[in-house]
């Protein structure tokens, strides 16, 4: 884990599991509220439908969304996805398919605790092909950064186009390669 970006990058052979941790200074609930909650969703990720329980889609990104590219894509982002929610226990673990790219790898989890009233610790951990690591922990740790200053204001966020290229930099940078 590297301590100044809290995330890791770790595994061998075909797939690297990522694994970014933050610490949030607002309350579990509305940590999990911004993560479930598709009115919460997209003022800090993409516009998307949630069906917030186990078997419950977990799309993010498509032609509902006005920002949305024809491949399902989304620039704001990254790739649309369209996954169902295998692990659903508020608030706490949210557990979602990727998207079929990963057949055996594709599983994102989002794991809470709260630390106090009002500070929660988030850990996403996802497993991905060897490939593709360093841009997938990159994408993941702009996420919950943007999850944390969401959830911590309660006020959309303004996405910095040029911020993911310059993660993957400091993250080949200090070697989170896997």
Known sequence: MNKDLNTSVVGHGDFRQICVKREVAAPIQ????????DQQIKHWWAAGV?????????????????NCNEDN????????????????VPPYVLEYTWHGEYPDAGIVRFDLMSLSANSTLVTLTQNVPAAHAVPAAAGWYEIVEHLQIYAETEAPVTKDPERFDKLQEQFVAVGLTG
Do not use: C, Q
Not at 30 to 37: F, I
Not at 50 to 66: A, F, S, T, V
Not at 76 to 87: E, N, R, S, T
């Open 30 to 37: 509305r940590v999990w509220d911004a993560l479930t909650d």
């Open 50 to 66: 949630i069906e917030p329980r186990e078997g419950g889609r977990y799309h993010l990104g498509g032609m509902e969304d006005d």
């Open 73 to 88: 894509s989304n620039e704001d982002a990254g790739p649309g996805l369209d996954g169902i929610i295998k692990v659903f």
